[in-house]
């Protein structure tokens, strides 16, 4: 039992001796599962029991932002392609592949979209962002949204892998519509 929350944790936040990440100035453009940084210039940096505590107020927009997973091209004539289900936090809002480092200018408008919709058109609702523990798209996405102009922007780094550590519910959620 011990050996296995060390194991989880060691997953989750990394080796105890790593060097800290430093916060770049712009996004993060390529490896997005590694280390990220402690910070987020603007944001609310939270943990797992945080973001519950958030949750449970009922006030804040939760937005998952794992990328989706392509569909294998070439796929042989007749193959049902199935995508593997997405477990995030009750009640999110799934928009996926915002998280990346350059995005097309289509993305970029139903990003801003989907947040506007989200947030009833209130830039100072509260929003909190994440995908997995270790992923950078979260923070290239809370970094996105405070450029839109939102105010009250939470980053939880450890995503659903510190949630469900916690043991905290989790949901099958599905993907918004994507242009």
Partial sequence: MIRAACLAALLITGPAFAEPVPEPSDYREDEYRAPVPDTLAGATVVDAVEAHDLWQSGNVVFVDVLPRPPKPKNLPEGTIWRERPRLSIPGSIWLPNVGYGRIAEVTDQWFRDGLTNATGEDTSRPVLF??????????????????????????????????????????????????
């Fill in 130 to 179: 994440f995908c997995l523990a270790n992923c950078w798209m979260s923070w290239n996405a809370a970094k996105r949204a405070l450029e839109y102009g939102y105010t009250d922007v939470y980053w939880l780094p450890g995503g659903t892998d510190t949630w469900e550590f916690e043991e905290f519910p989790l949901a099958e959620i599905t993907a918004q519509p994507e242009p």
